[in-house]
């Protein structure tokens, strides 16, 4: 079955950027939809972004739209998670997943419809 490895998380400032990167195996990461979630200190786990196994349509969170972009390369089987403009809200641990369903065009945002999650990796922007 698919299994993800989260990276690239790290300590950065205001304004910076990071890459996020979704390592997979043990699957046919390219019939499934990917998504990235997060969860802050006290809070509900939230949806980032999403994209379908084709690479589109991209979906995205209305607090990440314009600074965040995902994207995908097959021959690696990894996602990635370009975040550019970071803020303090954006401080949380950053998990990947993929749909349940294969072959999806219209994802879900609900972190119920996805499976196969890693352990995340730990953004933290400090102000």
């Known amino acids: 079955q698919l299994q993800m490895v989260e990276s690239g998380g790290g300590l950065v400032q205001t304004g910076q950027s990071l890459t996020l990167s979704c390592s997979t195996s043990?699957?046919?990461?390219?019939?499934?939809?990917m998504g990235w979630f997060r969860r802050a200190p006290g809070k509900d786990r939230e949806f980032v972004a999403a994209i379908t196994w084709t690479g589109h349509p991209k979906y995205y969170a209305d607090s990440v739209k314009g600074r965040f972009t995902i994207s995908r390369d097959g021959a690696k089987k990894t996602v990635y998670l370009q975040m550019n403009s970071l803020k303090p809200e954006d401080t949380a641990l950053y998990y990947c997943?993929?749909?349940?369903?294969?072959?999806?065009?219209?994802?879900?945002?609900?972190?119920?419809?996805?499976?196969?999650w890693g352990r995340g990796t730990q953004v933290t922007v400090s102000s």
């Open positions: 043990g699957g046919v990461l390219s019939e499934y939809g």
């Open positions: 997943a993929a749909d349940r369903r294969p072959r999806r065009i219209q994802l879900p945002t609900q972190s119920d419809e996805y499976d196969f």
